[in-house]
């Protein structure tokens, strides 16, 4: 599984960034897609996955902020970050499970006034 991760980028606190994971196959047949971040000097962390069958898992700390959604068409997963806070900044991986696990290339995201 090859992916395309876009969307990053500097945003104030309290705005809003939609990033873009584009899978080479059909998501909706790969068991576990998410999004990871990794921030300077610390370790990569999980920020939200969806199962095939759609299932949604965040961590505490985006709950209620970020959505993980998917479109069928585009074979492409979604992440949606609102309220953004600095300490959202850090450089967010796509990611999926399928028997082995695949990453996408980093997409930054910096959250600054």
């Known amino acids: 599984v090859q992916l395309q991760a876009s969307g990053g980028g500097l945003v104030q606190p309290g705005g809003s960034l939609r990033l873009s994971c584009a899978a080479s196959r059909n998501i909706f047949s790969i068991n576990i897609m998410g999004w990871y971040r990794q921030a300077p000097g610390k370790q990569r962390e999980l920020v939200a996955s969806?199962?095939?069958?759609?299932?949604?898992n965040y961590a505490d700390s985006v709950k209620d902020r970020f959505t993980i959604s998917r479109d069928r068409a585009k074979n492409t997963v979604y992440l949606q970050m609102n309220s953004l806070n600095p300490e959202d900044t850090a450089v967010y991986y796509c990611?999926?499970?399928?028997?082995?696990?695949?990453w996408g290339q980093g997409t930054q995201v910096t959250v600054s006034s």
């Open positions: 969806v199962t095939s069958a759609g299932v949604t």
């Open positions: 990611n999926a499970f399928q028997g082995l696990v695949y």
